[in-house]
């Protein structure tokens, strides 16, 4: 019996969606006893503010198919990509979408939540391009509660892949994104 788990990261160039879903791979791949991952990626032309998006399969079994095709986790950072990609989200998925460039968010037979990733970037953080890595912190903390992936192991492949020195600023990141989607799990368990 296979235990696919299909994820997608969309947003617009610029917004690390291709590195966030590498290391999600990586993560699974590398960090994770078990779990076999695959990533894919698709991109316009543009080198900035094009759509773009990034996809990642885990399976306990070897995967056949690479692409997402009804994904149960998306992370969608903006409006341009959440108006082409969330049509064929699958039911009863986990959607968290940017509560900044995500201004028409849709209804969807899916747990959606609307946070504010890439302001807990500029602000907390102090740098708008590590929004990838907060959105990488949601993530973890969805994918530690489906038993899929333990955070540890995302941090892993996170010091692995970032620039020297980066290290700290990337973490930290990673850390307030799971930090969020914690609380934000939290409060709708009561």
């Known amino acids: 019996m296979s235990d696919r788990f299909e994820i997608r990261i969309a947003g617009t160039g610029g917004q690390g969606v291709i590195l966030a879903a590498v290391i999600l791979g990586e993560g699974a791949a590398l960090y994770t006893k078990g779990l076999h991952a695959v990533q894919t990626q698709s991109y316009g032309p543009e080198a900035r ?4 998006k990034s996809e990642v399969i885990y399976d306990r079994e070897e ?18 990509a959440c108006d082409t990609y969330i049509h064929d989200t699958a039911k009863g998925a986990t959607v968290i979408l940017d509560d900044f460039y ?5 209804k969807l037979n ?23 890595m907060v959105a990488l912190g949601a993530a973890a903390k969805v994918l530690e509660s489906k038993e899929l992936v333990n ?16 290290e700290a600023l990337n973490e ?9 989607m914690s609380e934000e799990m939290a409060c709708r368990s009561k």
Request: net charge positive; hydrophobic share 40%.
């Open 49 to 52: 503010g094009g759509a773009s």
């Open 63 to 80: 995967i056949d198919y690479p692409k997402a095709t009804h994904p149960d986790l998306q992370i969608i950072l903006a409006q341009k």
């Open 102 to 106: 995500v201004t028409n968010p849709p």
């Open 110 to 132: 899916a747990e959606v939540y609307l946070l504010p990733i890439v302001r807990t970037a500029r602000e907390k953080i102090g740098k708008e391009i590590v929004v990838n």
């Open 151 to 166: 955070p540890e192991s995302v941090k892993k492949a996170i010091l692995a892949r970032v620039p020297k020195g980066t």
């Open 172 to 180: 930290k990141a990673f850390k307030e994104g799971y930090k969020m």
